[in-house]
């Protein structure tokens, strides 16, 4: 069998093993579900379900927790006590050609090609910033550091700090 239920030891309650074969023949213990309960009181019982996997060094449900839906319905990656609805531990890669969107829609979003990163807001595209550093607010093509098409920039006060090369705001 590849996969068996069974009752754990350790805190964390039943739980859904999965064991393939390794090279000898033999069934691994390579990842785990457990469910458990948070609060045991009668009638407000709540629970939790925590996803395990193996490393190298590790045996299932010591220290190899990978991700945690707590009884709120929060979802944590690389912790045990998510505080958000999604709770992230660590980097987060999103592949070139993707997008981090928010709404349900690109109206919004930050996007990103193998020569820019693009800002979103209400439909268009608002600000990016080019891989040769150039940003560009009001256009797409950005020919300075710092290019701002169609506005005006308001500050107070403007003064010269003796260097063409710097100026403070």
Do not use: C
């Not at 069974?6 to 309650?13: K, N, Q, R």
């Not at 090609?113 to 150039?134: C, K, Q, T």
């Amino acid at each position: 069998e590849s996969s068996y239920a069974g009752p754990l030891t350790d805190g964390f309650g039943a739980a859904l093993y999965f064991a393939p074969e390794n090279d000898n023949n033999e069934f691994v213990n390579a990842g785990m579900i457990s469910g458990t309960l948070t609060d045991v009181s009668d009638g407000v019982e709540k629970g939790a379900l925590y996803f395990f996997t193996k490393d190298s060094s590790s045996t299932i449900g010591s220290g190899d927790l990978r991700m945690t839906l707590d009884d709120s319905g929060n979802l944590g990656i690389g912790t045990s006590s998510p505080s958000q609805v999604l709770d992230v531990q660590g980097n987060i890669n999103i592949p070139v050609g993707n997008n981090l969107a928010w709404g349900g829609n690109l109206n919004n979003a930050i996007a990103s090609s193998s020569d820019s990163l693009r800002f979103y807001a209400n439909v268009g595209e608002r600000m990016r910033i080019e891989s040769d550093g150039n940003v560009g607010i009001g256009t797409t093509a950005p020919t300075e550091k710092l290019h701002i098409h169609g506005g005006g920039i308001y500050t107070t006060p403007v003064t010269y700090a003796g260097n063409h090369d710097h100026w403070a705001l």
